[in-house]
């Protein structure tokens, strides 16, 4: 920890950019934060082709504002931190990289439609704003309830898969192409879209049976939607029984073994079996 | 709380306008949340042009009605209430400030799209309706749920954000503006349109990779909905077993045993056995 | 109980009307069930004007059948029940009246309109079917539940529609008659569709700043739909508790005072005070 | 078990189609897989008629390759097994069949429509997948909680049935066929479409008193959705309190206190202090 001359600034460097307890580092986060949703904000605006006409200097101006703060926060995180390759092979340090480069590539390359997939490459840098939820305890609360439910999730979309395939399928040879029902992926696009109670419309069933049968759909839908909320709200339920329900009442019990009769599930601050009152051996109880 | 004569009839008023229990005062509630709902039914009524045109007259005098009986009644709570400027500047005391003047400010100017918004300043009144939530138990109950979450639901909202705004920009980049995806934020409106269930189909895809995409997102809405109702209903259970199933109708026993009689499961508190009246040992009792 | 022969012809009918134990009982209920299904499908059938022209007298002869059985089985109630007056004022006892007079009525007056209503009048029979639901155990628990949270769910009701009349007149204001938004009440109207994630699509936001309220109001009806899902799984959830939780450690305690100690709050079976060890007075004892 | 020469290769071959343990096995199983979806998604492209007309020969020379595939299996599956008559007529040995003999069949007869019925069968495979879910323990977690939840999803899609009759008979009533309620049975499906909140916007009220209707409807199916939910998250916490929540880590303890050390919160069943290792007293033990 100790820094020398030489480092001392490349320390100060780090701090600033990976801690937020400084001063500093807490203005260099605010900035961030700001600078992500500007970049943001201005892609979308440029996509709107009335802004664009109008405001395109700005914009473009704002862009390279934006590009070269990037470019000089990409390039200090690899100075300042320990193992470069480790943070540019990161997750963060792919999504840096590939949001700041696009104005680069604009210079070489050009295209509208090419310039559009830039445009989304800019993008990425929405997940620069993941970043931020470090700060929030509760993400990470609620990233743990989803992915203690995703196997049960998976399972979920598994079985609304299988339910809009057959019941697609049946739709596209109840309603036929004549009714918009094209063909089977169409239909079974137009079965999620009911399964979901997302409902466009842009596609309807126009005969009875169709009718009957998206009726049947659409109360399934409505009546499965149950299912994931149900598993969430459990896994909600169960985390916070955890913490709350389970009170002064209830103890912790180990594996440890007595050596004299040999009984097992002791208290962790159990000095002696609750069974013979055998003295338990200390080493586990180091351990524990 | 002893009135002299110059503030009684002052304390009087305080009572039928600030409390419920008297019968004046429950007169006056009454009256008083009639005229703001038919007030509210006024505001509706006018924006008919059919029914406008037709009863324009009653609407307007029903309007100046309602205006007086607020006028006073704002008078009043200033006049009653010990200090006006708390009252004033108080939540309640703006909205009943705005909800009262717009008629009057309808003299000093005019224009259709000027009396627009102060119709909407009428609409404020709805607010006054929230006084009444202060005589509905639930709704602090709800409150409180609701703020509880407040926290989770707000990072909720925050990834279906950067989920919209993501899927918004693949659709279209997907559909591109022949489609009616015109741009980024068209886009991203679509997407919350499609994430929340909404549909409106206004919009819709219309390419394949454009469909197959849509159902990622259809489907991704419909199994995220879970969470926020997962947070709440856990929310809820929580806040339940504690004020409602372990109520103030149970208390904790334990296993304890009496020496003279072995009766078990004595309350916490227990100083004397409940079976023999003998008394239980100290120890335990000291310790608890 | 003991049935003279005067009234044993009477009891027998009554039995197999009212109970459904006996073989008999069972097969009228069946009866029963089958031709108010098929009197609703009659009705049903009537109104799709292909199959009326085509079928009309079949679903006419069907009609009649009906329409005796049911004048029929209205008699027989009568006669057998005990008190006739309460069956007839009782909730039964008119559905059963007004879904069987129709067809009589249909002789006496005409016009295609008046027909319908009648029309209307015969689906009443619907609610005979809640007649089985005294078969249906879940049925009870399922009502209990929506009842228990009834209160939350009215307070719920009433923040939604607080929610759509503010919202609906800001997209008045916003969107304003040219875009469909033609008056307050068809805005609020629009605004409840968005919130219920219904989304018909039939009035679409086309302004930018309508497009962004209106994702505002669709993440918001998103979220709050947790609330009414909160509360009823914690009901159901806490209905659950009572039978499962709540386990052995919890004993129930009484509001009975000690004479001596005036400690209140004893365990139902507790003969001596928990507090001052004093015996409990008798009377209270016995009457719990 | 003792396998002859004789059954030997059969008994080889029942190991690797019906257990999952040998390599061969689980190679066996992957293979199953990728060829059942893979069978699907070639009835779904052949249902594109751009695709269709390109790539017919390779579709074709696919569903081939498939249907020996299956063949095979399914031969071999008769062969192997026990008790070949159970299998056949067990629901997976029709599904084999039925979605086996369609390529069979389609030259035996022709014609389009009759094809695409043939092609349906064929997606009978879809039921094939269903064998994977018993490798997915979570699967049958999830089919426990609905199948629990089952009689209460009934009773509630029973209501949302009774609700959608009467309540789509009223529209049909209040709109009438000009407005697009053709007939009951069109109002019925227009309802459900509303109370599920899919709202496909195919069918929308137009008169003032029917948007009141059908805000009514809305507002009640955003509201009675919670019910289902509210039963499977109640299910899924419930079955989660006995497993997870109070699992074999945890013990319950009372407050009897040792008469030696004084140390309190023993387990029920501790003959010794786990402070001191003084036996406890007798009387509370006997009677625990």
């Known amino acids: 920890m100790k820094p020398t001359n030489k480092k001392s600034w490349r320390y100060r460097l780090h701090e600033i950019i990976y801690e937020a307890d400084t001063p500093m580092g807490k203005l260099f986060d605010i900035v961030l934060l700001i600078l992500i949703l500007l970049s943001i904000v ?83 840098r929405v997940f620069r704003i993941l970043k931020i939820t470090r700060y929030i305890g509760e993400a990470a609360k609620l990233r743990k309830a989803l992915i203690n439910s995703k196997a049960k999730i998976l399972v979920f979309l598994f079985a609304v898969l299988v339910i809009a395939v057959i019941a697609g399928t049946l739709m596209y040879i109840i309603e036929g192409p004549e009714h918009g029902f094209k063909s089977i992926p169409i239909s079974v696009y137009w079965c999620i879209v009911t399964l979901t109670t997302v409902g466009f419309g842009d596609i309807a069933p126009s005969t009875p049976l169709g009718q009957l049968l998206a009726t049947v759909i659409m109360i399934l839908g409505y009546g499965i939607i149950a299912v994931p909320t149900g598993i969430v709200s459990a896994e909600y339920t169960k985390s916070m029984d955890k913490n709350d329900v389970l009170g002064k009442d209830y103890v912790h019990v180990n594996t440890q073994a007595c050596l004299n009769c040999g009984a097992q599930r002791h208290r962790d601050d159990a000095k002696y079996c609750h069974k013979c009152g055998e003295k338990l051996n200390y080493e586990s109880n180091l351990e524990t």
Chains 1, 2, 3, 4 share one sequence.
């Open 42 to 124: 201005l892609v979308m605006l440029e996509s709107v082709s009335e802004i664009d006409a109008k405001y395109h200097e700005i914009l473009y101006i704002g862009e390279w504002i934006i590009t070269i703060f990037f470019s000089l926060e990409y390039i200090a995180r690899i100075i300042t931190v320990k193992k470069p390759r480790v943070y540019i092979f990161s997750f963060y340090g792919i999504i840096d990289f590939l949001s700041t480069i696009p104005l680069y590539l604009s210079f070489l390359f050009a295209g509208s439609s090419f310039l559009l997939s830039v445009r989304a490459l800019r993008l990425l």
